[in-house]
C-alpha cells in the first residue's frame, strides 16, 4: 500500500529554487569531464578568508569556546562592529543595538520577522536579491517587487516607493550596493526615503552588506540614523561566507522583541566564529582587505570596459560589490539558454537574470568578476570565440 505524502505547506510554492544552481551542477559536471569552467556565477570572493580571522577561529576552538553565547552575540563582538561604524562611516551605533546573527540571512529574516506577517507588504526593487522575496513569503507576508532600470541606476526612489505604498505597506528594503547591478543609492536620496518612512510609520531596512566594498569613494551608511534596520555581514567584505556571520543595527526599540525572536529561531550566532571574527577589525587585516578591494575594483575597470565594447549595455556605473548585470539582448532574446550556450561553448558560467526578478530578466545577465584578473581576460577571449561563431 502506497502511504500519502505528507502535507507541505502553502507558502513553498512562493519559494522559487536558484537557476544559477543548474548552471553550477552543469559547470561541475563538465568539469568533472576535463573541460576547464571558469566561474563568474558565484556570488561570493574567491580569496581565502584572511589569516588572523582563521588563526582566532581555531585558538577559539582550542581554547574550548564551543558553548552557546547570548543570542544577541558576544558583547566584545557587539563593541567592536559598533567601533567600525565610528572609524569606518562616521555613525554612532550603541552597542546594545547591535545583533550578531547567523549571516546576513539570519539578520534579515530576523527583521522580517519581527515586521512583516499575513497581509503585510513589504517593498524591494526588481531585480533584486531573490531570498529577500523569499524571506517576506516565507513570513507569510507579500513582497511587493518594483520593476527599477538604469534611469534610477537600477535602484529605488521615493517615488517609486509613494507610487506602490498601501496601507498594508510594513517595510521598505533598499540593498546599496545592490546584488545584481552593483550600483549605489544616491545619499541624498536615501536621506528622503529615510524621512518618508519615518512619517509614515514604515519600517526601513538598508542591506549594506556590500557598502565596504565600494570602490568610487562615499561609503554612506545608513546607521548615520538610528531608527533604520541595517544589515551586514562578514561574508563579502570580509571574506567569510562559510562562516555564517553578520549583525544587524537595528532601532532600540525592537531589541528586546528581536532578542525573543534570535533566541528562538537560532540560540545564537556560531561561537567559534564569532571569536574568529574579532580578529577581523585587526589593523593587519584590514590593511590586508583593503589590497584585495583594490584587485576587486582593478577586475571591474578591466571587465567593465571590455563587456560594453562587445556590446554588452551596462548602463549604470557599478560603483560597489562585485556584479555587473550586463544587458545582453544585443546577442540574444533570451539570456538564459545564452548562459547555457556560453557555459557548454567556451566554458564561462554567469547567472541568468532569471534569477533576480520578473522584471526583463531575459535581456540580462550578472556576471561576478571573483576570478583573478588573468582568469577574466580568458573569459573575454572565450567570450569573443562564442560571439564570432
Ligand atoms: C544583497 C545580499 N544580502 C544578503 C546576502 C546573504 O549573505 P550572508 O548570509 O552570506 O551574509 C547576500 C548574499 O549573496 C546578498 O547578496
Redesign the pocket.
Known amino acids: 500500500m502506497r502511504t500519502p505524502k505528507p502535507h507541505t505547506a502553502a507558502r513553498m510554492d512562493g519559494i522559487a529554487p536558484f537557476h544559477v544552481m543548474d548552471i553550477l551542477a552543469r559547470a561541475q559536471a563538465l568539469e568533472a569531464a576535463g573541460r576547464d569552467i571558469i566561474h563568474l556565477e558565484i556570488?561570493?570572493p574567491d580569496f581565502a578568508t584572511p589569516a588572523p580571522i582563521v588563526e582566532a577561529g581555531v585558538a577559539a576552538l582550542r581554547a574550548g569556546h564551543t558553548h552557546y553565547t547570548g543570542a544577541l552575540g558576544l558583547p566584545a563582538l557587539r563593541e567592536a562592529i559598533a567601533g567600525f561604524y565610528a572609524t569606518r562611516w562616521q555613525a554612532t551605533v550603541d552597542p546594545a543595538r547591535v545583533v550578531v546573527t547567523p549571516?546576513?540571512?539570519?539578520a534579515?529574516l530576523l527583521t522580517l520577522g519581527l515586521l512583516a506577517g499575513p497581509g503585510d507588504e513589504v517593498l524591494m526593487a526588481d531585480p533584486g536579491?531573490p531570498?529577500n522575496r523569499h524571506f517576506t513569503r516565507f513570513c507569510d507576508a507579500r513582497a511587493v517587487s518594483i520593476p527599477v532600470d538604469a534611469g534610477s541606476g537600477f535602484q529605488l526612489t521615493l517615488d517609486l516607493f509613494d507610487a506602490h505604498a498601501t496601507p498594508a505597506t510594513r517595510a521598505v528594503l533598499i540593498?546599496s550596493p545592490?546584488?545584481p547591478t552593483g550600483t549605489a543609492i544616491p545619499p541624498v536620496e536615501l536621506a528622503r526615503i529615510h524621512d518618508w518612512c519615518a512619517a509614515k510609520g514604515i519600517a526601513l531596512i538598508v542591506?549594506e552588506?556590500?557598502l565596504a566594498l565600494t570602490y568610487d569613494g562615499g561609503e554612506h551608511s545608513a546607521a548615520r540614523w538610528d531608527d533604520v534596520f541595517v544589515?551586514n555581514?562578514?561574508?563579502?567584505y570580509f571574506q567569510m561566507?562559510g562562516w555564517?556571520l553578520?549583525w544587524l543595527a537595528a532601532p532600540a526599540w525592537a531589541m528586546p522583541d528581536l532578542e525573543r525572536l534570535a533566541q528562538n529561531l537560532f540560540l545564537a550566532a556560531p561561537t567559534s566564529t564569532q571569536h574568529a571574527a574579532l580578529a577581523a577589525f585587526l589593523p593587519a587585516t584590514l590593511t590586508e582587505l583593503e589590497i584585495r578591494k583594490a584587485e576587486l575594483r582593478d577586475r571591474r575597470d578591466y571587465l567593465l570596459p571590455a563587456l560594453r565594447e562587445r556590446d554588452f549595455v551596462i548602463p549604470a556605473q557599478p560603483h560597489g560589490a562585485f556584479y555587473l548585470y550586463a544587458d545582453c539582448s544585443a546577442h540574444t532574446k533570451d539570456s538564459f539558454p545564452f548562459a547555457q550556450a556560453l557555459l557548454e561553448q567556451v566554458g564561462v558560467a554567469v547567472t541568468p537574470g532569471l534569477d533576480f526578478g520578473q522584471h526583463q530578466p531575459q535581456r540580462y545577465l550578472r556576471i561576478a568578476y571573483t576570478q583573478p584578473l588573468p582568469r577574466l581576460v580568458e573569459a573575454i577571449s572565450r567570450v569573443d570565440r562564442f560571439l564570432d561563431q
Open positions: 556570488g561570493e549571516g546576513a540571512s539570519g534579515l536579491y531570498c540593498a545592490s546584488n542591506d552588506i556590500y544589515i555581514s562578514f561574508s563579502k561566507t555564517r553578520g
